[in-house]
């Protein structure tokens, strides 16, 4: 389902790329958070469409500070950590996801341009600003 609810959910996915979610999103108009973020309402945003670049302490900071800058010119995405996830660097869009390699993987291109604002998105052209930006 993709309810909103006000608790935390549990997915079967970290990080998740939908179901029930918090009724705020987070902001994903090219937002990039150095903090975890609540996974419930980044899944929000994700539903508008929104692709959210996630790392762990595993990722180089060069590839988190060149992902960073291409999140910075990308409205409808979003960036932060998500510790416990398994892979260093993951790109997530609604019912999607991939991980790179590194920032100059191909792929994050790819992603970027298929899945933001992309044919998977339940709710295209919802709000990323007016939302949670914790």
């Not at 298929?114 to 339940?122: D, I």
């Amino acid at each position: 389902t993709q309810e909103h609810v006000a608790n935390k959910v549990d997915y079967p996915m970290n990080p998740p790329v939908g179901g029930d979610h918090n009724q705020v999103w987070m902001n994903c108009n090219a937002d990039v958070y150095t903090q975890e973020i609540p996974k419930e309402n980044a899944v929000h945003s994700l539903e508008h469409g929104a692709v959210w670049v996630t790392y762990n302490d595993k990722a180089s900071d060069a590839d988190i500070e060149a992902l960073t800058k291409k999140v910075k010119a990308t409205p409808y995405s979003l960036m932060s950590p998500v510790k416990d996830q398994k892979d260093p660097l993951m790109l997530s869009a609604w019912g999607k996801q991939v991980t790179v390699k590194n920032a100059s993987d191909d792929r994050v291109d790819q992603f970027f341009t298929k899945y933001v604002q992309g044919p998977q998105t339940p709710e295209p052209g919802a709000a990323c600003t007016g939302g949670l930006d914790k």
